[in-house]
């Protein structure tokens, strides 16, 4: 459980005159920051307002009281404004919420939400407050699945104050949901350690005999290789600028430190046959990952971060290709990704060519090879040296990118595009080929090992039998040529 939070005081200072100069009675949005399970402590980097829906009305606005209130009979003007509540669009939230969370590294996480409105309004609307926090907790689920809370800010303006509350995130909400909790500004993004890795990865996994147990698309399976491999990575030892990392080592050090990953063997590994398997999928390429964590948390929290923010790029790639390729119909495009055969013949996408997306696609059926190019990481600085992240399409441009930042994080676009990073040279790219593919050339080049090894072997013993011939041969000769001169010889000695 959080015991305080700690709001970062420049950027909370700068939102709150944003807020007085709009003059909006409401308005709801995210908070980016984090929690500290080592230090039992939150930590509020920013606050982003959630844009306007696709209509254009924005996602809080304050309710009045109906008309068969005011029937009743006048009331003062005070007790009039009292009885106002807020009313949120839920869902949009939600959806902003997810949207945002894809754009943010490691260490960094959309922890809560906060609300700007009167005291009253707050009152009157704690259920619907607690399950927008709710819906937001399950759009962006944190690492930790231990994490049963989030955080509500409520910014007042009459009177002017903020205070936070955690929110318990359970299926019953009841007045207790909400729990008072200590909150300051401060100091904390200046503080932050930085971390960088790059990992390299080459996953693959059997597509087995079509059952019904086993029915897989290309989507489904490649979901399922990303949930194994993070199992293996959770595994992984660490190493940061050449130093085995320890559960308790602290970073005393600033600058940026390189973190190196270190897989274990796969001993639960277990070799198919052609009897099992139709086909392998395999997903390779390199991550870029970057963690942000406060001095006094330990180096193997940058470690955690590191790695669930490696599973949470490659899923989120998946989603991005996954949600583009909703309502596409293109034989062999979805989002700008292609599926290819090696032979290129127009058969080899008979699978897809009805139009169904290729992420749809049950891999049993789909004996050629389709290979899918995801979408590229790259990298935008945010504040106070830290960095945000959005994922391109090979069509996209960085102006993409700089709409993606402002609408979804209320951020100044990068005027300079040599800021943008983009350390991910080659994207990460998923290909899905026939067991035959695999195992068939190396079948064959281990027969023709075998016959060039079979042929030397007949080489050999060839030779061998020549030489044994020969040999023979000049045996008999010498044992001739001892015959005729032992008989010369015992005649001259008969004679004399």
Request: aromatic share 6%; glycine share 6%; proline share 5%.
């Amino acid at each position: 459980m959080v015991k305080a939070v700690v709001g970062e005081e420049t950027q909370l200072k700068l939102a709150e005159d944003r807020l007085e100069k709009s003059s909006t009675p409401a308005q709801v949005g995210l908070l980016i920051g984090k929690l500290s399970s080592s230090l039992d402590r939150g930590f509020v980097f920013d606050i982003v307002p959630t844009p306007p829906n696709d209509a254009g009305a924005p996602a809080c606005s304050l309710v009045e009281p109906t008309k068969d209130d005011k029937r009743k009979g006048p009331k003062p003007k005070s007790q009039s404004s009292d009885s106002s509540s807020l009313s949120i669009d839920k869902d949009w939230v939600a959806e902003h919420a997810r949207q945002v969370s894809r754009m943010l590294v490691g260490g960094m996480k959309v922890v809560g939400i906060y609300i700007w409105a009167s005291e009253s309004a707050f009152k009157n609307s704690n259920i619907t407050l607690c399950q927008t926090v709710m819906g937001v907790a399950e759009a962006a689920p944190l690492s930790e699945s231990d994490w049963d809370e989030r955080l509500l800010i409520h910014i007042c303006y009459s009177p002017r104050r903020w205070t936070c509350r955690n929110c318990a995130v359970a299926s019953n909400i009841t007045s207790s949901s909400l729990r008072p909790c200590d909150f300051k500004m401060g100091r904390v993004l200046n503080s932050l350690q930085r971390f960088r890795c790059m990992y390299n990865f080459d996953i693959r996994l059997p597509i087995f005999h079509k059952n019904l147990s086993n029915v897989q698309t290309f989507s489904e399976a490649l979901r399922q290789g990303i949930s194994v491999h993070a199992k293996d990575l959770k595994s992984a030892k660490a190493m940061y600028d050449g130093n085995l990392v320890f559960n308790n080592d602290l970073c005393t050090s600033d600058g940026l430190h390189e973190v190196e990953l270190l897989l274990p063997f796969m001993k639960d590994t277990e070799a198919c046959s052609q009897k099992e398997a139709v086909g392998v999928l395999a997903l390779s390429g390199s991550v870029c990952s970057f963690a942000f964590i406060n001095p006094k948390e330990p180096i193997s929290q940058a470690v955690a971060d590191i790695k669930d923010d490696i599973i949470m790029s490659l899923q989120s790639r998946l989603d991005i290709i996954c949600d583009e390729a909703d309502g596409e119909t293109g034989p062999t495009e979805t989002g700008g990704q292609q599926a290819r055969d090696d032979t290129g013949s127009q058969e080899a996408i008979d699978g897809i060519s009805s139009g169904t997306p290729v992420f749809q696609v049950v891999l049993q059926s789909f004996r050629e090879t389709c290979s899918l190019s995801l979408p590229r990481r790259v990298f935008v600085p945010w504040l106070a040296g830290t960095f945000v992240c959005d994922y391109l399409q090979p069509s996209e441009t960085f102006e993409v990118l700089k709409d993606r930042c402002v609408e979804l994080l209320s951020m100044e676009a990068p005027t300079d595009d040599s800021a943008i990073l983009e350390p991910e040279i080659e994207a990460p790219s998923t290909v899905a080929k026939s067991f035959w593919d695999v195992a068939v050339p190396f079948s064959s080049a281990s027969r023709s090992c075998l016959e060039k090894s079979g042929l030397d072997m007949l080489r050999g013993e060839s030779s061998r039998k020549s030489i044994q011939s020969n040999v023979n041969i000049m045996a008999a000769v010498i044992f001739l040529l001892l015959s005729i001169i032992v008989g010369y010889v015992l005649i001259f000695v008969m004679r004399s």
